[in-house]
């Protein structure tokens, strides 16, 4: 079965410090990634997803980014936090062809920015 | 431009009583429908999708939804609750006619009371 794995699962950094969150998948290949945040436990805003090694998509304008070095391994970078970047992270993943595809949440981690 | 609104923020129902979570959706094509549950600082975790035919979709934990497409709407139901059932709850929708990806609801809070 698919397992995706996120981690850590909770994290405080000073601003201005940098930020690696790391997201693997397991037991599937070419997966859809996608990187959320939710502000405050309610919506989720769709920050970047990816349909391939090396193929980012960014849906916002932001002091974020992704990379995706490896089939199913998903990264979430900053080189400057800012306190806005606080929120809670979550990784999905979906299979690769198919809108009727549901995504999969992994268990997000809690950024907090001092 | 898809789109899904929750109008409600907030459900409660006493335990053993039906529930329902309202959902709408707005998109391009036909479209495709799902809902997840959220635990506090959980990932989403997915429940049911609708993709086409009958229009009672059965998911899992007991939930059902009933698609609804002159209302374009796609409610959540279950027949008794459980206090065990108290959760954030998220609609979220795509087009068949659509790149984009899911568009979630702002969510609902559902509590039942023992």
């Known amino acids: 079965s698919q397992t995706i794995h996120q981690w850590p699962a909770t994290l405080v950094q000073p601003v201005g410090s940098p930020l690696s969150l790391e997201c693997t998948v397991e037991g599937t290949s070419n997966p859809n990634l996608y990187w959320y945040r939710q502000a405050a436990g309610r919506g989720l805003q769709l920050l970047f997803y990816s349909v391939g090694i090396g193929q980012i998509s960014s849906e916002v304008p932001q002091n974020l980014s992704a990379s995706r070095p490896q089939d199913r391994q998903f990264i979430l970078s900053s080189k400057k936090l800012l306190l806005s970047d606080s929120g809670f992270y979550l990784c999905?993943?979906?299979?690769?062809?198919?809108?009727?595809?549901?995504?999969?949440f992994g268990d997000g981690t809690r950024l907090s920015i001092l | 431009a898809q789109s899904v609104a929750q109008p409600e923020d907030q459900v409660n129902v006493a335990e053993g009583n039906p529930l329902t979570v309202k959902c709408t959706y707005s998109?391009?094509?036909?479209?495709?429908l799902f809902w997840y549950v959220q635990y506090p600082n959980r990932g989403l975790q997915f429940l049911l999708k609708y993709i086409t035919g009958d229009n009672l979709v059965k998911g899992s934990y007991g939930f059902e939804a009933e698609f609804n497409k002159s209302q374009t709407s796609f409610h959540l139901k279950k027949p008794s609750a459980l206090v065990s059932d108290s959760a954030l709850y998220f609609c979220a929708v795509r087009g068949s006619g659509s790149a984009r990806q899911l568009t979630f609801g702002s969510g609902t809070q559902l509590t039942v009371l023992p």
């Open positions: 999905a993943w979906s299979v690769g062809t198919g809108a009727n595809q549901p995504q999969h």
């Open positions: 998109v391009s094509g036909n479209p495709y």
